[in-house]
Nanobody, 124 residues
Framework: QVQLVESGGGLVQAGGSLRLSCAAS????????MGWFRQAPGKEREFVAA????????YYADSVKGRFTISRDNAKNTVYLQMNSLKPEDTAVYYC?????????????????WGQGTQVTVSS
């Protein structure tokens, strides 16, 4: 079992930056692919970024490529999402997710464990 707790969300002006953190419980964190997803009001949950267990493979949604960076520190059981050049359309609840097995994936249904989410609001 894996429990995930996100933090770092908040209100920021357009062009600003935030770093989200996702702390995971469980000794098997370092063997799990992780992902970040987001959900805006009235919209479906969408893929943002994913990272392999070793950190050497990453994927990004086209809408965030070049602005967001996903990383992980397996010694701290934590995955991060550095968000730069934020835009109002990045406003959403951001969720951290872990796969029970398998490599990094963009598919929301591929992930087995989810955090409670953290709100990110970008003002124009």
């Amino acid at each position: 079992q894996v429990q995930l707790v996100e933090s770092g969300g908040g209100l920021v002006q357009a062009g600003g930056s935030l770093r989200l953190s996702c702390a995971a419980s469980g000794r098997t964190f370092s063997s799990r692919a992780m992902g970040w997803f987001r959900q805006a009001p009235g919209k479906e949950r969408e893929f943002v970024a994913a990272i392999s267990w070793s950190g050497d493979i990453t994927y990004y949604a086209d809408s965030v490529k070049g602005r967001f960076t996903i990383s992980r520190d397996n010694a701290k059981n934590t995955v991060y999402l550095q968000m730069n050049s934020l835009k109002p359309e990045d406003t959403a609840v951001y969720y951290c997710a872990a796969r029970f097995t398998g490599s990094a994936s963009k598919g929301v249904h591929e992930y087995d464990y989810w955090g409670q989410g953290t709100q990110v609001t970008v003002s124009s």
